[in-house]
């Protein structure tokens, strides 16, 4: 069974960079899928924020593309997430998800990272 | 790219039918047959219910189900039942490997 971990700090100061870690066990980042991240601040919706093949060609979200910065490890079987200049607006449960263009069919349990000073 | 419009609430008594709508655009649900949906209970991931606009994965329920006409997706439950109280959003492929969710909408079993 596949699972995906977030990892990284809860606590991230505005004006820094928010970093996360996905590590995937129990499969291998293929090139059969994307590896993204979704976030979900307190009380909203979900958002997409970017998605990473296995050879590294990332794709962002226009609204967070000249924040957002994706890389894969495919030798740790990890994939990352950086988010500059961090606002509260940040605040937000952090999901990592395997899916393809149709479906999402893995999730990470969720990690929170809180912007605040 | 926009969110895909969903009501922000729907409510129904239990045994009731319900259907949640999700309207995109000609670049991304009438485009492509790949809307999903999911329910989210707090505090868990989503979970998977719908899938390339009406197919259901293996251990959904049959009585969720999807369909699709032009620019919007419904995802309609039949027998409501109490667990099905959770927020539910839709997903849609956008093109250019960019996807968008919908704004979520909260379904309540009265």
């Known amino acids: 069974q596949l699972q995906l971990q977030e990892s990284g700090p809860g606590l991230v100061k505005p004006s820094e960079t928010l970093s996360l870690s996905c590590t995937v066990s129990g499969g291998f980042i293929s090139s059969s899928y994307y590896w993204g991240w979704i976030r979900q601040p307190p009380g909203k919706g979900l958002e997409w924020i970017a998605s990473i093949n296995y050879d590294g060609a990332a794709y962002y979200n226009p609204s967070l593309e000249s924040r957002v910065t994706m890389s894969v490890d495919t030798s740790k079987n990890q994939f990352s997430l950086k988010l500059s200049s961090v606002t509260a607006a940040d605040t937000a449960v952090h999901y990592c998800a395997r899916h393809t263009n149709s479906q999402i069919d893995y999730w990470g349990q969720g990690t929170l990272v809180t912007v605040s000073s | 790219q926009s969110a895909l419009t969903q009501p922000a609430s729907v409510s129904g008594s239990p045994g009731q039918s319900i259907t949640i709508s999700c309207t995109g655009t000609?670049?991304?649900?009438?485009?492509?047959?790949?809307v999903c949906w999911y329910q989210h209970h707090p505090g868990k991931p989503p979970k998977l219910i719908i899938y390339e606009d009406t197919k259901r994965p293996s251990g959904v329920p049959t009585r969720f189900s999807g369909s699709k006409s032009g620019n919007t997706a419904s995802l309609t439950i039949s027998g409501l039942q109490a667990e099905d109280e959770a927020d539910y959003y839709c997903?849609?492929?956008?093109?250019?490997?960019?996807?968008?969710f919908g704004g979520g909408t909260k379904l309540t079993v009265l």
């Open positions: 997903w849609s492929y956008a093109g250019f490997s960019t996807w968008v």
């Open positions: 000609t670049s991304d649900v009438g485009r492509y047959n790949f």
